[in-house]
């Protein structure tokens, strides 16, 4: 399998707020890289991410990257999805494509995102298990500070 590249990732979302005058990156240290409304990490074998994100609605939300051919752009629109594994526990997901060949997958509940920022603020790592075929891990180091960066510009006044 092919190594799911960080930077190129992040290409897409560096690009489209370079445009527009709004973003910077930094390291926001444990292998985070911050802007202004998203944090975002690999997993140990840098083929997810995890993003830390303010969502359309303005809440805070968290998802998961990869790479997938079948997305060619953005799409306002997302779909069902079968469950994701995390740590053991089935949550319900939607999935979005993000940019050219990056798609998203977000819980659908606030359930299924208080599960999993449980697991990523108490556990040591995080196992991802998608589609039943591979098993991705996370060093969960820095989640807490990523979002309280990423819920700072939200709860601003």
Wanted: glycine share 8%; hydrophobic share 40%.
């Amino acid at each position: 399998m092919k190594k799911f590249d960080l930077k190129s990732a992040l290409a897409g979302v560096v690009l489209a707020s370079l445009s527009s005058g709004v973003i910077a990156m930094t390291d926001g240290g444990n292998g985070w890289v911050y802007d202004t409304q998203e944090a975002m990490k690999a997993d140990l074998s840098g083929n997810l991410i995890v993003s830390v994100y303010v969502a359309s609605d303005e809440s805070t939300n968290i998802g998961f990257m990869y790479e997938d051919s079948s997305c060619k752009d953005f799409e306002d629109d997302s779909v069902s999805f079968q469950p994701l594994r995390v740590n053991g526990q089935f949550i319900n997901i939607d999935a979005q494509c993000q940019d050219d060949g990056v798609m998203m997958v977000y819980p659908t509940s606030d359930a299924a995102f208080n599960f999993i920022k449980n697991e990523f603020s108490n556990k040591n790592s995080v196992k991802i298990d998608k589609f039943g075929d591979t098993d991705y891990t996370f060093d969960t180091r820095g989640f807490k500070q990523a979002m309280a960066h990423v819920m700072t510009p939200i709860n601003a006044l």
